[in-house]
């Protein structure tokens, strides 16, 4: 059997081939995978509005709404219960973070009392700033049941009320940063 030679035409033929095929199953795993994505983010999203805010029989996400403040948008949750406002929750965040970007949910009262905070995201230093997840700690309970009206979101460290998480300031000052930020939007028009 004769050996082929290998041309410039061959070699771009089979690129092109693999190519091809490697795209397509790539496409295809996207289209079968992005449906199971899709509610498992909603799913997320739900049990953190529903960790947040007080009983209610309305689907907060049917009245979302966004807000910007300080060149940022934050969104909001509605929660109602026969027909009145018993909570909103808040979608913020905040780079601030020893590890980058912490994302929160934080639940407000009508009053724009902390009612709870859960934590969507984050990247902080594995048993030092991840603490200020429930799963972690009971650290940001210290948050529930306060107005920032009256309650200074800032680590004592820095004249606050916040007790900081130990050895991360940098974690503790960007959680409050974020609560602050959802706090402040919802005060300055967030009321709806």
């Not at 095929?21 to 997320?44: C, R």
């Not at 913020?92 to 995201?121: A, H, Q, R, W």
Request: hydrophobic share 40%.
């Amino acid at each position: 059997m004769a050996k082929k030679e290998s041309t410039f035409m061959s070699m771009v033929l089979t690129l092109l081939i693999v190519t091809l095929v490697a795209s397509a199953a790539l496409g295809y795993i996207y289209e079968i995978t992005k449906g199971p994505i899709a509610a498992s983010k909603l799913a997320k999203l739900n049990n953190a509005i529903k960790q947040v805010v007080p009983e209610y029989d309305t689907i907060p996400g049917d009245e979302v709404y966004k807000m910007g403040i300080d060149g940022d948008t934050l969104v909001f949750y509605p929660a109602k219960k026969d027909g009145e406002l018993v909570g909103t929750a808040i979608s913020t965040f905040t780079n601030k973070g020893f590890g980058g970007n912490i994302k929160l949910m934080v639940g407000l009262l009508p009053d724009g009392t902390i009612n709870n905070i859960s934590v969507l995201e984050h990247k902080e230093t594995p048993g030092l700033g991840d603490k200020m997840s429930k799963k972690k700690s009971e650290w940001s309970i210290q948050f529930n049941g306060k107005n920032p009206s009256d309650f200074k979101l800032k680590v004592t460290k820095d004249g606050g009320d916040v007790d900081a998480i130990t050895a991360s300031t940098i974690s503790s000052r960007a959680f409050c940063d974020a609560v602050e930020r959802a706090h402040k939007a919802y005060m300055e028009g967030g009321k709806k």
